[in-house]
């Protein structure tokens, strides 16, 4: 799911550090929180919507194709097979 | 006169007197950058040219009696996490070091309509991951305090500018701590406002619902006038809620008589330099003089605030840095492979850092089948505690008083091989941003050492008035 490219010196000192972390966070398993509801944002709001409508004021198609590195024909960016 | 030691508020006031002009000012900035930023390493990329064009504008506009705001000509630096129009913007990521944005971020426009002269960006850990500034991709940024400690981080080197003399002012973005941290470590002023309070649009994303702008002043007055400009809703920001922002500079000085403060035990326990803790201690007597109540209160979910945002967090930053696969923007990679998904790989491999790396791999375990449970629904359960905690407290008092840092600032380094150390520099300025509160840091003392320490406020949701003006009453009582 993270799609990293790692090196296998990467992989192993990556192994020690991730362990200590998730042994740090298991302190969580203390805490009885089951009578509470999860909190995912603190402000409350729900449902904010807005028009349909494109902002083209905000910035255009082209400046936002120029942002990237690689090909660009005919609006569209050029990538490598997504299917062999 | 040293314009340089000036105030945002008093270069306003020099300007309209016609003391000194922006140019001069600006170009005093200039200068002193091209003497320090070797040393302290706080900006990534100076805006020379422009920012003396602005200047220009802006003392025409004096000229004329047309100026903007109070933040007219008055040089800035921004965290380079803001989207700048036209101007370079990498997150201190090799993932983004060609990038150019084609938009201006919400809060920098507002900057840019109140006259502001930007001076450059300013380094940071990358992609706002850290307390030091050491996993920058251009290295850490130096406290100006002592240049062989870090500035803190992750918005360190705004912190470094401001506190080393390299801008009126500075913006951040605090997720854990990352405002607050830095300027206690260089000693300056560091506002976190209420989560929601300043628009996020057009500020790379770390964790979506912990990230806050807010910024670095010299006084408590700047800070409370830099946020009256940046506060308010913003349509393309649907986290900012429309509540009205209030005069934050009207009764600043109102003082603190018959106001009660808590002291919460558990950010003054082991774990927290003694030091610090006596400096925490002195500032309490002080406010106690000035005519306020300081109570002991105990906010029990304290201990757990790291793990749950070393899980929340990860998991909500391996989302947002899941759209940097080097194909709409980003870094092509050196080597591409064959597939799509190979290009991914290659792209994010050499783009990311270590720290970027493990914080990617936490959050996507954390979330994963099996594990969603265990970790990040509990994580959020223990958050609700946490702001649960602060409803509580702020019931009996009107504002909390804790440590910024655990720690003082330490040398580049020390923490680097053992992240879980790292992470506990956050313990006292993490809950702050679980429950969406507002915290504002001020220098409070030294150690035996010089290095600066830095007392945290906390007051409710947009109180920031009450906020600014408890600050404020600390400051004055200093100053005399």
């Known amino acids: 799911m993270a799609r990293l490219g790692l090196t296998d010196e990467e992989v192993k000192k990556f192994s020690t550090q991730l362990t200590n972390i998730l042994q740090y966070v298991e302190v969580l398993g203390e805490v009885d929180a089951s009578s509470v509801e999860a909190t995912s944002q603190v402000t409350g709001l729900k449902n904010v919507m807005r028009d349909d409508t494109v902002d083209s004021n905000w910035t255009t198609r082209q400046e936002l194709l120029s942002c990237s590195e690689l090909p660009v024909e005919q609006d569209q960016i050029r990538v490598k097979p997504a299917i062999e | 006169m040293d314009l340089l030691s000036l ?16 140019q001069e000012v600006t170009r005093a900035y200039l200068q002193q950058i091209a003497e320090k930023n070797e040393l302290l390493n706080a900006y990534v990329l100076t805006t020379s040219e422009s920012a003396l064009e602005e200047a220009q504008a802006a003392d025409r ?4 009696g047309t100026s903007l705001s109070v933040l007219d000509g008055v040089p800035c630096a921004l965290k380079d996490i803001f989207n700048t129009k036209g101007v370079r913007t990498t997150c201190c990521s090799k993932m983004l070091e060609r990038f150019v944005p084609p938009y201006d971020a919400t809060a920098v426009t507002k900057l840019r309509q109140a006259g502001v002269v930007f001076l450059g960006k300013t380094n940071m850990d990358e992609f706002a991951c850290g307390g030091s500034s050491e996993h920058s991709c251009y290295g850490p940024s130096m406290n100006p305090v002592d240049p062989s400690r870090v500035a803190g981080g992750s918005s360190g080197g705004s912190a470094a500018a401001v506190a080393g003399g390299l801008s009126a002012f500075a913006m951040g973005t605090d997720t854990g701590g990352s405002i607050r941290l830095p300027a206690a470590f260089c000693g300056c002023i ?3 406002p209420t989560y929601g309070r300043i628009s996020r649009s057009g500020v790379t994303a770390m964790a979506s619902s912990l990230d806050t702008i807010g910024h670095f002043t010299k006084t408590v007055g700047d800070s409370a006038a830099i946020l009256q400009i940046l506060a308010g809703h913003d349509p393309r920001d649907a986290t900012t809620p429309d509540v009205p922002v209030p005069d934050y500079l009207k009764h600043l000085e109102k003082g603190v008589k018959g106001m009660t ?6 950010y003054l326990a082991e774990g927290v330099d003694p030091q610090i803790k006596e400096a925490i201690f002195a500032a309490a007597k002080v406010y106690e003089q000035l005519g306020a109540k300081v109570v002991e209160v105990s906010l029990p979910s304290t201990k757990y605030a790291v793990a749950m945002y070393y899980i929340v967090m990860p998991a909500e930053l391996s989302a947002n840095l899941a759209r940097f696969d080097g194909i709409r923007f980003g870094s092509r990679p050196k080597q591409e ?6 290009y991914f790989y290659h ?3 050499e783009g990311f850092g270590s720290e970027i790396k493990r914080r990617i791999m936490i959050g996507t375990y954390v979330l994963s089948a099996g594990y969603y449970d265990a970790f990040y629904n509990k994580a959020l359960k223990v958050r609700t505690l946490i702001k649960n905690d602060f409803d509580r407290v702020f019931r009996e008092v009107d504002a909390l008083l804790t440590p910024t840092s655990p720690i003082p600032p330490f040398k580049p380094g020390e923490k680097l091989d053992d992240p879980v150390a790292m ?5 006292c300025t993490i809950p702050a941003n679980a429950a969406g509160i507002p915290g504002i840091s001020v220098p409070c003392g030294k150690t035996s050492d010089g290095l600066p320490i830095g007392m945290q406020i906390f007051v409710p949701q947009f109180e920031e008035v009450r906020l600014f003006q408890v600050a404020r009453a600390y400051e004055d009582a200093l100053k005399i």
Do not use: C, I, N
């Open chain 2, 190 to 192: 560091g506002l976190k």
């Open chain 2, 423 to 427: 992470y506990l520099a956050d313990a």
């Open chain 2, 7 to 22: 105030s945002v508020l008093e270069l306003h006031d020099g300007f309209l007197k016609k003391k000194f002009t922006s």
């Open chain 2, 261 to 266: 403060f808590g002291l919460p035990k558990e």
């Open chain 2, 61 to 64: 506009r004096f000229a004329e």
């Open chain 2, 337 to 342: 492979g064959e597939s799509s998904v190979d």
């Open chain 2, 347 to 349: 792209a994010r491999g």
